[in-house]
């Protein structure tokens, strides 16, 4: 079984430059998630998908970042414009269902982000 | 709200040797779930453990084992045998019951000296 996939692995840009990242979840998988992971720190969740309708978006900065999740299947998140402290590693994952936690979270390699 | 917590940002222990991982939590809820998550450099974050509040009973999984004190808010991760293969950052982590929202510890480095 295929796990989750994100690209790109790494990414370097300059401030107020814009950056995508995209994540395929485990096939078959409802739910879908990204974190933001500061070096030094535990990630955070930024947002949660259920199919293509958002579940908990309560941290995402919405002033800079957005995400989308069409078909219910792949999603991208976009931060425009980007700001030196969004350097961190974006974390995807997704999980068969969302209705029970005991339901396993796998998780991505992760896109290393640096703003200069 | 919930918030975790481990105070060890970085640990050592030769190859072989039984080490333990600390970690607490704070919840007011009683139904939850607690694990740890191990992240090895440069690769994909992996579950390690399960424990679910309403068990007593410690939960192991080869040569990880939890200590789960539910009345201290405490959850230890012990690892027997240390393989220089679990090298690693690791995550403690708390969901409550319906709601899928992880929170994760700061994490503990830790090294396995050969």
């Known amino acids: 079984e295929a796990g989750v996939a994100q690209s790109p692995r790494y990414k370097i840009i300059e401030k107020r430059q814009s950056v995508a990242f995209w994540c395929n979840p485990i096939s078959g998988h409802a739910t879908l998630y990204w974190y933001q992971q500061i070096l030094g720190q535990g990630p955070k969740l930024l947002i949660q998908f259920q199919n293509n309708g958002v579940v908990d978006d309560s941290q995402l900065p919405k002033d800079r970042f957005s995400a989308e999740r069409l078909k219910g299947v792949d999603s991208t998140l976009k931060i425009q414009p980007a700001k030196l402290e969004d350097s961190a590693v974006y974390l995807c994952?997704?999980?068969?269902?969302?209705?029970?936690?005991?339901?396993?979270?796998?998780f991505g390699p992760g896109t290393r982000l640096t703003v200069l | 709200a919930q918030t975790v917590t481990q105070s060890q940002p970085e640990m050592s222990v030769q190859e072989a040797e039984t080490v333990t991982l600390s970690c607490t939590y704070d919840?007011?809820?009683?139904?939850?779930?607690l694990f740890w998550y191990k992240q090895p450099p440069s690769r994909q974050m992996i579950l390690v453990i399960r424990?679910?509040?309403?068990?007593?009973q410690n939960a192991t999984e080869n040569r990880f084992s939890v200590n789960f004190q539910k009345a201290a808010k405490s959850f230890s991760l012990k690892i027997s045998d240390s393989q220089l293969g679990d090298t690693a950052m690791y995550f403690c982590?708390?969901?409550?019951?319906?709601?899928?929202?992880?929170?994760f510890g700061t994490g503990t480095r830790l090294t396995i000296i050969p």
């Open positions: 919840t007011s809820e009683s139904n939850y779930y």
């Open positions: 424990q679910e509040a309403y068990k007593q």
């Open positions: 994952a997704s999980s068969y269902l969302a209705i029970s936690a005991e339901n396993e979270q796998f």
């Open positions: 982590a708390s969901i409550l019951f319906g709601n899928e929202k992880l929170t």
